[in-house]
């Protein structure tokens, strides 16, 4: 494999953490005297950090919420995910095997999340999946979060590779603005989030249908820069 390092988005790419995420969000609606939000459509709201996730829910019925009520459900949430995290979540199908393969391929390998840092630590280690990564950026390591490429160049560091040497595997627009705006091949999977909108409108290099296909690619794809 001619790629150096190999970035992986988390939530939707290596882990179905939506019934967590939504878990969460529907205690955190209870709280404050809402009805719940079916699964599928939370999904929708997910992929660009939990303040988002919370906007979202608490604007479900159409009313904007206003600022208090916003501070007061982003509390509330995170309480309430401190119990619900890796409760229900799951490997997606292959991501542990594509997982060896690219480690056995001997890229580096790096998370690069939009999800929190308390909570992020916790899900690699009880899925068994943490010793994979030399390095993780979560969506506070950085000023700023995906789709802004700042996250994706901060791993870039992290492992010494150039971004050009790198490949990125995610499932979602902002998993795709980041990298292209990085200068990094990027992969989307179609089992992911996506924000309800479909993956075959991703501007990514190919669409593969899970992290064993993805090694089977990179196996055979060029870096935007040689490494020779």
Sequence with gaps: MQFTAILF?????ILDTIPDLADSANAMRQDMGLPPIAEDILATYVGQGFEHLVIRALSHEGQPADVQTVMRGMARYRDHYRAFNGRRARLFPEALEGLQA?????????VVTNKL??????????Y???HFFDAVVCGDTC???KPDPMPV???CRLLDVKPGEALFIGDSINDAE????AGVRVLALPYGYNEGRPVQT???DAIVDSLVSAAQWAADATPLTENA
Excluded: Y
Aim: proline share 5%; no cysteine.
């Design 9 to 13: 988005d988390l939530d939707g790419t």
């Design 102 to 110: 690219f480690r056995d391929s001997g890229a580096k390998l790096a």
């Design 117 to 126: 840092t308390e909570f992020t630590g916790p899900l690699l280690e009880q």
């Design 128 to 130: 068994g999946i943490a």
């Design 143 to 145: 000023e700023r979060r």
């Design 153 to 155: 160049q901060h791993a």
């Design 178 to 181: 980041a990298a292209n705006a």
């Design 202 to 204: 991703l501007p990514v």
